[in-house]
């Protein structure tokens, strides 16, 4: 039966395809004729421009697969998300990229969340093209390379005019005792100086720092690309931590041992989740984006 389910995909995929293309020749042209003159004036319309096509994924995730996210946080969390810069800092799931963008669409900034990516994702048509339009920073996962972009990208982000949201996964940084010796020759060389960097950059304009935290259930398939293709349901944990960036210490060294400490609260946090099945705390379901439904829809309709 799988296979069918993909096929029915197939009007989508034309959809998706089409659309996209058509929102990429908009962006290229806005950023030839407008961007040069007014940046922010550009960024406010490709902010809706990105969120078309983002918005088309997310009708793949509650409609069509009937993936429901739950949301685990406290009062100062759900008072600030949507309202601020921040810097996302979240462990690895498969499509943490996907859950990233319902969690934003719900704050109200999914066209404004941008990510550190491969450099390889950039010349991906539509989502690669649109990610490049907004600005995501692409990285070659070479430090001696990587430096200089990643922190002349950071420093232009300076006057986004909308609330902006930057997603850092710090890769390998998972610091348990049986962990360790396999996560910190890659996170030592990369994960950890790109977190140093944009905390050291962004801490001038950015309040806060999500500390995010996301798991499947145990009575729960992990939810993949090809299985929401499929449209197989799951369920989804997410636990958002609010940091003040003010918090944190000042000199390199010490940025990195706090990312560490993060990261050991993280396997703790997890640890207690596989032991009782849940987070603890408020949690808040996120429900499905009536707007993804009505967009994919209209864009049907096109």
Same mark, same amino acid.
């Given at each position: 039966?799988?296979?069918?389910?993909?096929?029915?995909?197939?009007?989508?995929?034309?959809?998706? !395809?089409?659309?996209? +293309?058509?929102?990429?020749?908009?962006?290229?042209? !806005?950023?030839?004729?407008?961007?040069?003159? &007014?940046?922010?004036?550009?960024?406010?319309?490709?902010?809706?421009?990105?969120?078309? !096509? #983002?918005?088309?994924?997310?009708?793949?995730?509650?409609?069509? $697969? =009937?993936?429901?996210? /739950?949301?685990? =946080?406290?009062?100062?969390?759900?008072?600030?998300?949507?309202? /601020?810069?921040?810097?996302?800092?979240?462990?690895?799931?498969?499509?943490? #990229? !996907?859950?990233?963008?319902?969690?934003?669409?719900?704050?109200?900034?999914?066209?404004?969340?941008?990510?550190?990516?491969?450099?390889?994702?950039?010349?991906?048509?539509?989502? =690669?093209?649109?990610?490049?339009?907004? *600005?995501?920073?692409?990285? /070659?996962?070479?430090?001696?390379?990587?430096?200089?972009?990643?922190?002349?990208?950071?420093?232009?982000? /300076?006057?986004?005019?909308?609330?902006?949201?930057?997603?850092?996964?710090?890769?390998?940084? @998972?610091?348990?005792?049986?962990?360790?010796?396999?996560?910190?020759?890659?996170?030592?060389?990369?994960?950890?100086?790109?977190?140093? $960097?944009?905390?050291?950059?962004?801490?001038?304009?950015?309040?806060?720092?999500?500390?995010? &935290?996301?798991?499947?259930?145990?009575?729960?398939?992990?939810? &993949?690309?090809?299985?929401?293709?499929?449209?197989?349901?799951?369920?989804?944990?997410?636990?958002?931590? @609010?940091? $003040?960036?003010?918090?944190?210490?000042?000199?390199? *060294?010490?940025?990195?041992?706090?990312?560490?400490?993060?990261?050991? $609260?993280?396997?703790?946090? +997890?640890?207690?989740?596989?032991?009782?099945?849940?987070? =603890?705390?408020?949690?808040?379901?996120?429900?499905?984006?009536?707007?993804?439904?009505?967009?994919?829809?209209?864009?049907?309709?096109?």
């Amino acid at each position: 039966m799988a296979v069918p389910a993909v096929l029915m995909m197939v009007p989508f995929e034309l959809l998706f !395809l089409l659309s996209g +293309l058509a929102v990429n020749c908009i962006q290229g042209i !806005l950023f030839v004729m407008l961007r040069p003159f &007014t940046r922010n004036l550009y960024r406010r319309i490709n902010r809706h421009l990105a969120e078309l !096509l #983002w918005l088309q994924l997310l009708w793949l995730v509650h409609w069509w $697969a =009937g993936i429901k996210v /739950e949301l685990y =946080g406290d009062s100062e969390i759900f008072n600030t998300m949507g309202k /601020e810069h921040a810097l996302i800092v979240s462990n690895h799931r498969d499509i943490d #990229w !996907l859950v990233g963008w319902v969690i934003a669409q719900h704050a109200g900034c999914l066209g404004s969340s941008l990510g550190v990516m491969k450099k390889s994702s950039m010349f991906f048509p539509v989502i =690669g093209w649109s990610m490049w339009f907004a *600005e995501y920073l692409f990285l /070659e996962s070479n430090w001696a390379k990587d430096e200089s972009t990643l922190k002349v990208g950071l420093k232009q982000l /300076e006057d986004f005019p909308v609330p902006l949201w930057l997603v850092l996964f710090v890769e390998g940084a @998972r610091f348990t005792p049986v962990k360790l010796l396999a996560a910190q020759e890659y996170a030592a060389a990369n994960g950890l100086h790109g977190f140093v $960097a944009s905390v050291s950059i962004m801490r001038s304009f950015v309040p806060a720092i999500y500390d995010t &935290t996301i798991i499947i259930p145990r009575n729960q398939s992990s939810p &993949t690309l090809m299985s929401i293709l499929k449209g197989q349901s799951s369920v989804v944990h997410v636990h958002m931590k @609010r940091r $003040a960036m003010s918090e944190l210490p000042q000199t390199d *060294e010490e940025i990195a041992q706090w990312c560490k400490d993060l990261f050991v $609260a993280k396997d703790a946090l +997890l640890d207690k989740h596989i032991a009782e099945g849940s987070f =603890g705390g408020e949690v808040r379901s996120l429900g499905r984006s009536v707007k993804s439904l009505v967009n994919t829809s209209t864009a049907d309709q096109v």
